[in-house]
Each structure stands twice: as C-alpha cells, then as structure tokens.
C-alpha cells in the first residue's frame, strides 16, 4: 500500500500497533525490517523506492515524499516513534509539532549503521529512555539517555511510583522538585501508604534523599523540595511541604459496597464522595469497588467503576461468610447467602480485616472501606 505524504493523511487501519518505525535510507530500510521484525506491537514505514515486494504482506506502509510531512500523522496516532533519521534532522523536523511533554509522543533516534540509539523527546513520561534502551538491546546498540535522574540513578519525579498506578494531585511544582533531586538538594519523601519497593535501582539511594514516616518530621528536617505519598487529605499546618512539594496518590483505597437493585450511578458517586469526604480520603487514591457476585452485572456500580477506571471484585457468599463482620444480618443472608456484602468485601479485597469504616447505610447504598497495606 502506498501513502502520499503531501495529503498528511494515513488510513486509519494501518496504524495497529503502539509504536511506528521510519527509516528514509537504504541501509536504513533494512536495519528497520529487522527491527519491524522483532519488536512487537510496531509499525514500519518507509520510503516506497526502497520497496521489496512483500510489503503487503508484512504490513508495510511506504511513502513518497517528504517524511516530515509524515510526521505529525504519526505524533497523533502512535505512543512512540522509532526514527532511523539523523538526529539534527529529527529535531528540526518535530520541533513545530511539539506541544507539552505529557501528550507528545516519546521519539528515539537510531543512527543508519545501528550502533546508537538515543532518546530525544518524552524521556520519562513519553517513555523514550525504555524505548531507547529496548530497542538498542534488541539491535545490539548502545542506548543513549542524557535524562539527568537516570544517569544520577535517583528518583525521576514525573515517575515516582507511575509502575505501581500512582497519580500526583498536581504537577505545579514536578519542575522545581526534580531540579532539588537531580541536584543533590535535601530532599524528603514521605510514605504513608502505597507500595514501598519504589527504589528501582542496584545502588543506594544517593545521600541527598531523606527518608520520613510522617510530615510532621520531614518539615522539623527542612527539606529543600518533598515527594509525600498518601491517601489521605492533608491538614493545613501540614500543607506547608507543599510549598515546594510533589503529592503523590496511591492506590490503596477498597470501597466495599452493596446496594438495592437499579440503584443510579449517581447515587452511588454521591454517597462515596460524601464519605471519602468524611474520612478525608482522596477519592484518587481508590483502587477497586468490592461487592458480591449476585451484584457482578449491577448497572449503577459497573458504570461507577469504569468512570473512575477502578478495579471490580465480587466474590461468593461462601467467601464472603469467612470473615467476621461486626453486623451480621440474617435479612442480607435470607436474600444473598451471605451475612453482609460491603464489610466483607472490604476484607477481602484490601486484604486486612481493620477497616478505616465498617459499615455505613446510606439511602440504598451500604459503603466500607479498606486500605490495603504494604508495609
């Protein structure tokens, strides 16, 4: 199949995988159909005077023209790039396509003979330094990252704890905190909750990192810069680590809940803001709804869940009688077979039988929640 470039428009079905790869040389081609050929999940493009006759058949896409009128096809459709284009080109080439580092595409370079592969643009949040390192291992390259926390081996702070699905409450001060990081300021971290084996590298931590249990300590310590990892909402006098400060949400919060057949999924969003808000909890820091599997296809909790993108657990009435529950009731077992639904279901799924709440009734919602710890 053959595209014209000068219409800057592709078929949509061709780009089936995450990541694209270009090459716009003969040598190039073929260092790209090895890679194509290897990496999974990758599209490949070239140009169709280098054409072999079994493009069609491998899934080839050629062009005509000029590749940088490919590209800003490409920035919209693929998660990486994969360019066998020299690096002054690239870069002169994206630079009136970029837009902000947590929508642009993460972009490597790898040179014609395939003996380097660097990453140029969206090193963390695009992805590039492990794109730039996989594919480099895959070609027996060497990987080229200038990102100043991977070459120190210290914290990348637009990353911290991304693996494990945690998400900052604001990326204001991600700038400022990653230059007292990367610069060997004192910095804090302070964990509260969430997965502890965040530390991703075979070396110490570097001395300038300061590890806190409490914000109250990493304050009296006056750290330059802050990371807090927590689920719950922040007290005013301790707010002030926020003054050059990143806040972390992890997710470790289980919403056990049950409710009467055809319930809304407004209802059920009111009645988990209202008591996340009585507990002050961050609603971002919920990982999964827990219920019973009679209540597996219940619209207004299947829709909550995928609006939030939550996990959704239900277990069986044998599962959820092995736990002792503090109100048992012979009316939800007359109905479910079990003795309660929320309350267990907590258990169950935060994997602790101490819940931050028991039990609350609320219109036709019963709510308890759990958090899942990790220490």
Avoid at 101 to 127: A, Q, R
Wanted: with cysteine.
């Amino acid at each position: 199949m053959t595209v014209q470039t000068e219409t800057t428009r592709l078929p949509a079905a061709i780009a089936a995988g995450d990541y694209a790869i270009v090459s716009i040389t003969k040598h190039g081609t073929q260092l790209a159909r090895n890679i194509h050929a290897v990496f999974p999940g990758s599209d490949l493009y070239y140009m169709k005077k280098f054409e072999q006759g079994d493009e069609s058949g491998r899934g080839i896409t050629l062009f005509e023209g000029s590749v940088r009128l490919l590209l800003p096809e490409l920035f919209a459709k693929y998660k990486g790039l994969i360019l066998i284009i020299s690096l002054g080109a690239v870069v002169r080439m994206i630079a009136p396509i970029l837009k902000d580092k947590k929508t642009d595409p993460g972009v490597v370079v790898v040179d014609d003979k395939g003996e380097h592969v660097i990453s140029v643009l969206s090193g963390h949040i695009g992805g590039a330094n492990e794109l730039a390192r996989e594919v480099a291992a895959l070609i027996g390259a060497y990987p080229v990252v200038t990102t100043a926390s991977d070459v120190q081996k210290t914290i990348p702070v637009d990353l911290f704890g991304r693996r494990f699905g945690w998400v900052w409450e604001s990326d204001e001060k991600l700038t400022p905190v990653s230059a007292a990081v990367v610069n060997e300021e004192k910095v804090a971290v302070i964990q509260e909750s969430g997965e502890t084996n965040w530390w991703m590298y075979d070396t110490p931590m570097p001395e300038n990192i300061h590890l806190f249990s409490t914000i109250k300590e990493a304050l009296a310590a006056e750290p330059a810069a802050a990371l807090v990892v927590t689920h719950r909402e922040l007290e005013k006098a301790e707010e002030a680590i926020l003054a050059n400060g990143v806040l972390f949400r992890p997710k470790v919060i289980v919403l056990g809940m049950g409710c009467n057949r055809g319930t809304s999924a407004e209802e059920i969003e009111q009645v988990i803001a209202e008591t996340l808000n009585e507990l002050k909890i961050s609603m971002k820091s919920v990982k999964a709804i827990a219920t019973i599997d009679l209540k597996k296809d219940e619209e207004g909790l299947l829709e909550t869940a995928q609006k939030y993108r939550w996990d959704f657990v239900y277990y069986g009435p044998d599962e959820l009688n092995q736990k002792e529950i503090t109100q048992p009731s012979e009316t939800v077992y007359k109905f479910t077979g079990a003795y309660g639904v929320s309350e267990p279901a907590a258990m169950l799924c935060s994997g602790s039988n101490e819940l931050l709440l028991a039990k609350k009734k609320s219109g036709n919602v019963t709510i308890s929640v759990g958090l899942i710890s990790y220490s």
